[in-house]
């Protein structure tokens, strides 16, 4: 009876061991699944990369009036400059970015923080350049539909000579 009752307290013993080890190890595991899961994220917010290697590939962006930072995010990200809205959207308000509405040149090498540079001082230089009335409004591609008249100029010359037959 005594060795009966010392068998069952050392096996109790041996499965409350076993439940906290069983215990520790899912700790320990949910604890380093969290830690990669954070680092993943601060990774992809603050990482600094291109989505293409140099040269990359020239898009025509246009950012409108009524255009917004998450529109303007959401854009760039169906154009294939950028790959993560969330770190588009947390780095132009650190770097106090203010989009001008107007047409830009961009290029799948930049990585996001020369995009939002560029976006800045491009966006500034044309709204210094309206404010001195050096350049006319944006005027949306709808009122920009018939085709231009040309007035003046000579027909008649060729090759810089005219032709007087």
Known sequence: MERQSSVESMSKAMIEIAWRVIMLSGVIYLTMLGITRVYSFGHGLLYDHAMEAPPGTDVD??????????????????????????????????????????????????????????????????RELKEKKLVAESVSPIETTEEAEVIGGNEDVIGGNEDVS
């Not at 009036?65 to 588009?88: K, P, V, W």
């Not at 996001?112 to 500034?124: P, R, T, V």
């Open 61 to 126: 962006f246009e950012i409108r009036l009524t255009d917004d930072r998450d529109s303007i995010g959401a854009r760039l990200q169906s154009e294939g400059l950028i790959d993560n809205l969330s770190a588009f959207s947390l780095q132009s308000r650190l770097y106090k970015t203010d989009f001008e509405p107007g047409s830009y040149t961009l290029n799948t090498s930049m990585t996001l923080s020369e995009l939002l540079s560029y976006l800045s001082e491009e966006g500034q230089k044309q």
